[in-house]
């Protein structure tokens, strides 16, 4: 893990592992791209629905999967694997609990990007939904925090749209009307990453660039 990041809490198994099923399933989509491409008798399957599945559960995975070339995908899904052999022996110790999760986590074994990939797409979620739910409003209040925190009942989403509860006033009047200034500028907040730095390790490379295009 990078020096800058030593303060940071870490990440979860969990994260992990939601991250390394996010890369499996895109490495999947473009592998029967390829194939459609290589192969004439070969009938890619619509991959629209799955790209949607991709979108609402991490969101940002559409520019990276246009972005990325195998060799990346293939490459983060084995950094993964090898952050998450690490904790495979802990696993019935760790359950579902994220903090005792956390604790078997080699953090060692954990790239920067792992952690700044699962906490914007944690923050990227938790921002939509409020957004969403916020509709036209534009004046954040205390009255908003407190229905903010009681109408989004949906598990974890409700976990990342409260994220914001104290920040509604952003995501209600995000800068250019664009979110993921927001997201971002909070993600360089928490982790004390520079922010070309911290979009390389979200978009990787030269996706960095558009990064401000959304």
Do not use: C
Not at 71 to 96: K, M, N, P, Y
Not at 113 to 130: N, P, S, T, Y
Not at 132 to 142: F, K, N, V
């Amino acid at each position: 893990m990078s020096d800058v990041l030593r303060g940071h809490r870490g990440i979860s198994s969990r994260d992990l592992r939601e991250l390394r099923e996010k890369y499996a399933r895109m490495l999947v989509l473009r592998q029967l791209h390829a194939r459609s491409r290589e192969e004439p008798d070969f009938v890619e399957p619509d991959p629209r629905p799955e790209m949607v599945a991709l979108a609402q559960r991490w969101p940002g995975a559409l520019r990276e999967i246009d972005e990325l070339d195998l060799t990346t995908i293939v490459g983060r899904l084995e950094a993964l694997d090898r952050a998450l052999a690490r904790t495979t022996s802990h696993e019935d110790e760790a359950h579902d609990d994220d903090e005792r999760a956390l604790a078997h986590v080699e953090q060692q074994d954990v790239e920067t990007w792992m952690i700044a990939q699962a906490r914007f797409h944690q923050l990227l979620r938790g921002a939509l939904a409020a957004k969403r739910w916020l509709g036209r409003e534009r004046h954040a209040t205390s009255d908003l925090r407190t229905r903010l925190l009681g109408a989004i009942t949906d598990g974890q989403l409700a976990n990342d749209a409260a994220l914001w509860a104290d920040e509604l006033s952003q995501v209600a009047r995000p800068p250019r009307g664009r979110l993921l200034l927001v997201v971002f500028a909070r993600l360089e907040r928490e982790l004390g990453i520079a922010d070309r730095e911290l979009r390389a390790s979200v978009f990787v490379g030269h996706a960095a660039s558009h990064a401000d295009r959304d």
